[in-house]
């Protein structure tokens, strides 16, 4: 059975630091991207970053350019998002998504197609 799992959710004051975690199980293959997705309340899915995880190339949206960032543990096969100068508009639900199968990459942070298992979240709170 698939798992893709991220942890690392918290509550923090504004221009404080978080650090999530996405591990994965059950997995028979490497997925070629990771992808980080938030959803604040009442508003749609959004997408952060995401990272292809053979080059390791990365991008990200405007909104946390400069102080986001995706990185892998490839032994491991984890990825993490280090999350810095946090402010309270980035109060969401996070969720990491694994690629599906043999799926092209296209490394846009936008893109939702490539992505067959996803998590079921981790909260960030982040008060002002």
């Known amino acids: 059975q698939v798992q893709v799992e991220e942890s690392g959710g918290g509550s923090v004051q504004a221009g404080g630091s978080l650090t999530l975690s996405c591990g994965m199980s059950g997995l028979q293959y490497n997925p070629n991207c990771m992808g980080w997705f938030r959803q604040a309340p009442g508003k749609e899915r959004e997408g952060v970053a995401v990272i292809v995880k053979r080059t390791g190339s990365t991008t990200y949206s405007e909104a946390v350019k400069g102080r986001f960032t995706v990185s892998q543990d490839i032994a491991k096969r984890n990825v993490y998002l280090q999350m810095n100068s946090l402010k309270p508009e980035d109060t969401a639900v996070y969720f990491c998504?694994?690629?599906?199968?043999?799926?092209?990459?296209?490394?846009?942070?936008?893109?939702?197609?490539?992505?067959?298992?996803w998590g079921q979240g981790t909260q960030v709170t982040v008060s002002s």
């Open positions: 998504a694994a690629a599906a199968p043999l799926v092209y990459c296209s490394g846009d942070y936008q893109s939702t197609r490539e992505y067959g298992y």
